[in-house]
């Protein structure tokens, strides 16, 4: 079992930049890909960032990318999510995933999820 646990959201004025954090649980955190996801306020859960097990590899949605970073430290049992020049349709809770064996935009690849953290972007 993993848990995963985000910090780090919060309001923000367009042009500026946060970092997310998820902090997992349990001994198999290198042996997963993780990603990130989002869900703005009545839309679908659609998929940000992910990133490999071994961290080498990394995926952006459209959307994000250029603007957005993701990096893991597996000694910490931690993926971070580095967000530049938000936007305000970056406005969303922000959920972390684990559990897929490969990276992947899917969000039925992952079997772990957090609760997710808010990002507000103010223009």
């Known amino acids: 079992q993993v848990q995963l646990v985000e910090s780090g959201g919060g309001l923000v004025q367009a042009g500026g930049s946060l970092r997310l954090s998820c902090a997992a649980s349990?001994?198999?955190?290198?042996?997963?890909?993780m990603a990130w996801f989002r869900q703005a306020p009545g839309k679908e859960r659609e998929f940000v960032a992910t990133?490999?097990?071994?961290?080498?590899?990394?995926n952006y949605a459209d959307s994000v990318k250029g603007r957005f970073t993701i990096s893991r430290d597996n000694a910490k049992n931690t993926v971070y999510l580095q967000m530049n020049s938000l936007k305000p349709e970056d406005t969303a809770v922000y959920y972390c995933?684990?559990?897929?064996?490969?990276?992947?935009?899917?969000?039925?690849?992952?079997?772990?999820w957090g609760q997710g953290t808010q990002v507000t972007v103010s223009s």
């Open positions: 990133i490999s097990r071994g961290g080498g590899i990394t």
């Open positions: 995933a684990s559990g897929a064996t490969a990276s992947s935009s899917r969000q039925r690849a992952y079997e772990y």
């Open positions: 349990g001994r198999t955190f290198s042996g997963y890909a």
